[in-house]
């Protein structure tokens, strides 16, 4: 019996290994040897971000996510734009990203210890992992062995899905790099931490919006007195990573259209529901497709490299 669980592991060990390592080049014990504390230095240095602001966690997993869909996992949201070229964190939709500093902070302590090779996009994969955990969401571990990319353009992040999808856009919008509807749901349950801005959703407040309940439409009006910046938490726990922010889709109390949609469609209001009802499948379900986000085009040594300043390539 023993001997038969010990050939049932090692089969599930390789699998993972060949999904993981293998053929993306990724490893979960990729700085073992060089760099052997790099996931202490970035979890405390996190914690310690957030214990002091506990609103970057929502930011440092959004950065991630908006890093992972233009050009891949690479770190270019991170990169500065310079006289000739404007980056990717200069584009309307990224302006709004925050943690920036926590990344340089976790990038400094590394050269100091293990310098040129820990990678800003493993950095921010981690980070946004570690700030997931911060919140109260699930523990999971994650490859690492991403290169650094080389490109940064503000014309790419035309591929972020926009607060205006519908359930049908944000299908084929995520569809496009791999993910199925339940996938995507899944991720946007990341929506349980953080907030939106007025501009992002006052397009529902013109006219009458049937999927939008009256009385937290006068929520969100109230909100927008306060102009296009002012925030609206995406629900009452926006610092608590939970599933309270789909029940709130199921009372029509979504922020965004992009939020609300998943309920009001029936591609996807099953999975609202069975989210709702039983937030360990959303942690579950989420976890997952979290690794599997930070899979999306990894850049290797052929086509990236390890910067030694996050914020400008080598």
């Not at 584009?91 to 902070?105: F, K, T």
């Not at 989210?275 to 599997?292: E, H, I, P, T, W």
């Amino acid at each position: 019996m023993a001997n038969l669980l010990t050939v049932l592991l090692l089969i599930e060990v390789f699998a993972y290994g060949f999904r993981y390592g293998v053929v993306d080049g990724l490893n979960m014990n990729y700085y073992l040897m060089s760099c052997p504390f790099v996931e202490p230095v970035v979890k405390n240095i996190v914690n310690r971000a957030l214990q002091n602001d506990p609103t970057l966690a929502a930011a440092l997993i959004r950065m991630h996510f908006h890093d992972c869909f233009i050009q891949g996992c690479d770190g270019s949201v991170l990169i500065d734009s310079t006289k000739d070229n404007t980056a990717e964190k200069d584009s309307p939709g990224n302006l709004s990203l925050r943690g920036y500093e926590v990344v340089d902070a976790i990038k400094e302590e590394l050269e100091r210890q293990c310098p040129g090779v820990v990678s800003c996009a493993d950095i921010l994969a981690m980070a946004a992992r570690d700030a997931v955990f911060f919140a109260g969401g699930p523990v999971y571990d994650i490859p690492k062995g991403r290169k650094d990319g080389r490109r940064s353009k503000i014309e790419d992040t035309i591929n972020l899905p926009f607060p205006t999808f519908n359930a049908s856009e944000l299908i084929r919008s995520f569809g496009q790099r791999g993910f199925s509807a339940q996938e995507m749901v899944a991720l946007s349950g990341a929506h349980t931490l953080g907030v939106a801005r007025c501009a992002s959703f006052k397009n529902r407040l013109s006219q009458v919006d049937p999927t939008l309940d009256t009385e937290f439409a006068k929520t969100l009006a109230r909100t927008c007195n306060s102009g296009d910046n002012a925030e609206q938490p995406f629900d009452y726990t926006r610092n608590d990573f939970d599933n309270v922010y789909f029940n709130a889709l199921l009372r029509k109390n979504g922020v965004l259209t992009s939020d609300q949609t998943l309920y009001t469609s029936p591609k996807t209001r099953n999975f609202v529901n069975a989210y709702a009802l039983n937030q360990a499948m959303f942690f579950f379900d989420f976890q997952q497709a979290m690794v599997k986000m930070g899979l999306l085009d990894i850049k290797d040594n052929s086509n990236g490299e390890v910067r030694e300043n996050c914020r400008k390539i080598n």
